[in-house]
């Protein structure tokens, strides 16, 4: 039995463009395949710095969220061990508006 998986996504109303083919297609059923490509690459301590624009700043979701988590004390014994105290994540993002 095959898995459903329901994703929100921007049309940009580019003609080329992912986004606006999905838009297009309807109630169509897609095949997706990954994850794909080296992830953020982040080594387990020194200082790391991400820049982003827009929905580009998605991308980092997850490594705020564990961040966070880990400033709150939520996380498991091993998402703790995945960083070390002294990893440090400085982000820059920029938006075309609020």
């Given at each position: 039995m095959g898995r459903e998986v329901v994703l929100t996504m921007k049309n940009y109303g580019i003609p080329t463009g992912l986004s606006y083919k999905v838009h297009q297609a309807g109630n169509q059923i897609f095949n997706i395949k990954g994850p794909m490509g080296?992830?953020?690459?982040?080594?387990?301590?020194g200082i790391h710095i991400g820049f982003s624009a827009g929905v580009g700043a998605i991308y980092f979701l997850d490594l705020v969220s564990h961040l966070a988590r880990k400033c709150m004390?939520?996380?498991?014994?091993?998402?703790?061990?995945?960083?070390d105290d002294d990893f440090k994540f400085v982000f820059f993002a920029s938006f075309a508006d609020e």
């Open positions: 080296k992830g953020l690459g982040c080594k387990k301590k004390g939520l996380l498991t014994p091993a998402e703790d061990k995945m960083l």
